[in-house]
């Protein structure tokens, strides 16, 4: 039975358990030219199996975009909870793809764009509202960010959404719009080895919701990957980008893998798998946090799902892993 401190209340009231299910990988292969941005094949009955086992084991919450995949991750999810109103789906806009080619073809914020992409987003998840719609271009200018977020404030209104979000790494662009009616969350980068520790405050100054993707370091934390392991090639994990940090030329990042290497032991506290205790790690942080882990498989699902059977880690035991890492980090 979760406890109060892995349950999360949200912005419409609902308390659910404060894990979601990051639906990125789920979409399959889509590309910028050569460049893989999706997380390689995927098998679409496997996919709706493990959103059901998800459902089984308690998570209501799950987030994905309106590129992920070119719109495949959306309709997957769609197929998967349609008839579903006990389930919180958060998406994003900002990046557009062709379903066709499975390019990525722009980044746009201009209102004709949003509009046309709720509503391709709602047409895919097969629901009347959004609960949750999030603005994915990270880094986009705030002052030009004012316009976006009035168009969401109308569509807001207009019962087109329950409520908006930002996801983006950057503290001045989650504080300026922090105030808005309807501003609820944002999306951000932070693990155990990335712990985002000035936006997490702008998040709890005012009371908006942690979504943490990459809370197991894209899959960097799942302690499955040794050093000469190379990922596949329509993996996004194996694609020079810039923002790629914890995987170089396909291979884990040696930095990365030394951080890991010196924590390992404590985040097996109490007998949590490494995913369990990277989870739990999140949950030790803040009450405002709510890891959405990727998944493919029902087995990664019943893991992670088990993190929450165990429950944040003791305080003691988190303040050790930071102290480690900062040391670590000297040493380098």
């Given at each position: 039975?979760?406890?109060d401190k892995t349950m999360i209340t949200l912005w419409n009231g609902r308390t659910i358990p404060r894990l979601g299910m990051g639906c990125w990988a789920i979409g399959g292969p889509f590309y910028a030219g050569d460049v893989p941005?999706?997380?390689g094949e995927v098998d679409d009955n496997e996919s709706i199996a493990a959103v059901q086992r998800a459902l089984d084991l308690g998570i209501r919450f799950f987030d994905t975009a309106s590129n992920y995949g070119a719109g495949h991750s959306e309709e997957v999810l769609g197929k998967a909870l349609e008839g579903r109103d006990d389930v919180v789906i958060a998406t994003k806009f900002?990046?557009?793809t062709d379903p066709a080619t499975k390019q990525a073809?722009?980044?746009f914020a201009d209102e004709a764009?949003?509009?046309?992409?709720?509503?391709t987003s709602l047409r895919r998840l097969k629901r009347e509202r959004l609960d949750l719609l999030q603005f994915h271009l990270n880094d986009f200018d705030p002052e030009q960010s004012d316009a976006v977020f009035d168009v969401l404030e109308k569509l807001r209104g207009e019962g087109k959404i329950d409520a908006f979000g930002w996801s983006t790494d950057y503290p001045d662009r989650a504080e300026r719009h922090a105030r808005c009616e309807g501003f609820v969350a944002i999306q951000h980068n932070m693990n155990v080895l990335s712990p985002a520790a000035?936006?997490?405050g702008v998040i709890e100054k005012h009371g908006l919701i942690s979504i943490?993707?990459?809370?197991?370091?894209?899959g960097l934390l799942s302690?499955?990957?040794?050093a000469d392991k190379t990922i596949g090639e329509k993996d996004v994990r194996g694609a020079a980008l810039d923002w790629m940090i914890y995987f170089k030329d396909g291979r884990v990042a040696p930095e990365f893998a030394r951080m890991l290497d010196a924590v390992r032991e404590l985040l097996r506290t109490d007998g949590r798998t490494l995913s369990q205790g990277a989870l739990a790690w999140l949950w030790a942080k803040s009450d405002r946090t709510l890891p959405i882990p990727g998944f493919r498989t029902v087995a990664q699902v019943e893991e992670n799902a088990g993190a929450l059977d165990k429950g944040p880690l003791p305080m003691a035991v988190a303040d050790e892993i930071d102290a480690v890492l900062r040391t670590v980090a000297i040493a380098a």
């Open positions: 039975m979760n406890s941005l999706g997380w900002g990046f557009a073809t722009g980044a764009f949003i509009r046309a992409s709720v509503e000035e936006l997490l943490d993707r990459g809370p197991l370091a894209m302690g499955k990957f040794s």
